[in-house]
């Protein structure tokens, strides 16, 4: 099968995409990939040192623009489509699978013009504006929360989970070596997470000699939080811009700060990992409060509004959870009870159904015919 991948920017969008592409290669030996993005998000940086191809278009978002941005967007939007048709020329892809973010939407726009199946994944709670728009032309819709399925009436949808990078499902029990908390604000970093961490540093002085921090800072505020490290007398190298080998950190970790997006909870549950969850407030919808609920309420990590962080607050939390071994273990448990396994695997089922009749006797890109069975969920 030869998968066309578009969209990115953030790692919640992106890791998905690395994922099917990754289970893909590894099952089917004749199998291709592409992904298509820009030089602006984060794909343009992980998908080479992956050694997976990549094109980029120029493109940029719409939501939050100023009236200059907004009336710029429709002529880089038509030169973005142009882009991808001649992608979609080059690569003849099985199928289209657009996961989210703005630069998905052209490609996205592209294949529907050409008559190519289209697969949509809704990694959140709510989606984004491009899967909603998108929706009702897919073949199918996959997402990961059933409830997700409000937003997309006209979609073909199956609930399948949210695909995760490789070795996430393997993740061992909690160790029981001295503790380490893994800190992360998601691939870019958060500036809100990133400031109560160095604030809290000096009242984990208790801790220190048997605590290890991972901090993932992002690569704008690295030098920033390495320097309140140093200052606060703990270990600057524990601060890393981003983590290439996450199933290895929640491996060795014993607690999580992080914030609540779709992939953050998918892994939290599939490690079986405890967390402080803090929602990222301007969300849209805001479906990062809506995740974390969803774990908190069943006693899986820590809800922890960003309005109320304190780093008084925050040091109580992860001093009381870290004295209380059995506590920990606990909500490690429940946290691995709600994991979904499985979900690229599903994802890529759906993708082979709604390419079936193209590859079977179709031209690329011109066989219209459908193969879409009502709601589901699997």
């Known amino acids: 099968m030869k998968l066309l991948l578009a969209g990115g920017g953030t790692g919640g969008h992106l890791f998905p995409a690395v994922a099917l592409a990754q289970r893909l290669i590894e099952t089917e030996e004749d199998s291709e990939v592409l992904f298509v993005g820009t030089k602006r998000g984060i794909e343009a940086r992980v998908i080479p040192e992956l050694g997976l191809p990549l094109e980029t278009i120029d493109i940029s978002g719409f939501v939050g623009k100023g009236w200059a941005g907004k009336?710029?967007?429709?002529?880089?939007?038509?030169?973005?489509?142009?882009?991808?048709?001649?992608?979609?020329?080059?690569?003849?892809?099985?199928?289209?699978?657009?996961?989210g973010g703005y630069a998905s939407a052209p490609v996205l726009a592209a294949a529907k013009m050409r008559g190519y199946p289209v697969l949509i994944h809704e990694q959140n709670a709510w989606p984004g504006l491009t899967?909603?728009?998108?929706?009702?032309?897919a073949d199918r819709v996959c997402v990961s929360f059933a409830d997700a399925d409000r937003a997309f009436h006209h979609g073909r949808t199956v609930v399948t989970g949210n695909p995760l990078r490789q070795g996430m499902d393997e993740c061992p029990p909690i160790p029981r070596e001295n503790p380490l908390l893994l800190v992360f604000g998601g691939s870019l970093g958060a500036r809100a997470i990133n400031e109560a961490m160095v604030e809290t540093l000096p009242l984990l002085e208790p801790l220190k000699g048997?605590?290890?921090?991972?901090?993932?800072?992002?690569?704008?505020?690295?030098?920033?939080?390495?320097?309140?490290?140093?200052?606060?007398?703990?270990?600057?190298?524990?601060?890393?811009?981003?983590?290439?080998?996450?199933?290895?950190?929640?491996?060795?970790?014993?607690?999580?700060?992080?914030?609540?997006?779709?992939?953050?909870?998918?892994?939290?549950?599939?490690?079986?990992?405890?967390?402080?969850?803090?929602?990222?407030?301007?969300?849209?919808?805001?479906?990062?409060?809506?995740?974390?609920?969803?774990?908190?309420?069943?006693?899986?990590?820590?809800?922890?509004?960003?309005?109320?962080?304190?780093?008084?607050?925050?040091?109580?939390?992860?001093?009381?959870?870290?004295?209380?071994?059995?506590?920990?273990?606990?909500?490690?448990?429940?946290?691995?009870?709600?994991?979904?396994?499985?979900?690229?695997?599903?994802?890529?089922?759906?993708?082979?159904?709604?390419?079936?009749?193209?590859?079977?006797?179709?031209?690329?890109?011109?066989?219209?015919?459908?193969?879409?069975?009502?709601?589901?969920?699997?």
């Open 71 to 99: 009336l710029t967007f429709g002529p880089r939007l038509a030169i973005s489509v142009r882009q991808s048709l001649a992608i979609l020329e080059r690569f003849r892809p099985d199928v289209v699978v657009g996961v």
């Open 131 to 137: 899967n909603r728009c998108f929706a009702r032309w």
């Open 210 to 378: 048997e605590l290890t921090i991972l901090h993932q800072s992002g690569p704008k505020e690295l030098e920033r939080v390495r320097e309140g490290y140093r200052n606060a007398g703990w270990d600057p190298e524990g601060v890393v811009p981003f983590i290439e080998d996450m199933a290895q950190a929640y491996a060795r970790s014993h607690l999580v700060v992080c914030r609540a997006g779709a992939t953050t909870v998918a892994e939290l549950t599939s490690c079986g990992r405890p967390a402080i969850m803090i929602p990222y407030p301007h969300a849209a919808g805001d479906h990062q409060t809506t995740n974390a609920n969803a774990l908190a309420r069943r006693g899986a990590a820590l809800l922890l509004p960003q309005a109320d962080l304190t780093a008084e607050l925050l040091v109580r939390l992860v001093s009381d959870l870290f004295r209380d071994r059995e506590r920990l273990l606990a909500m490690a448990g429940v946290a691995r009870s709600l994991g979904r396994k499985g979900a690229v695997d599903l994802v890529l089922k759906e993708c082979r159904i709604i390419a079936r009749p193209r590859r079977q006797g179709g031209s690329a890109g011109n066989d219209k015919s459908k193969n879409n069975p009502p709601l589901r969920a699997i």
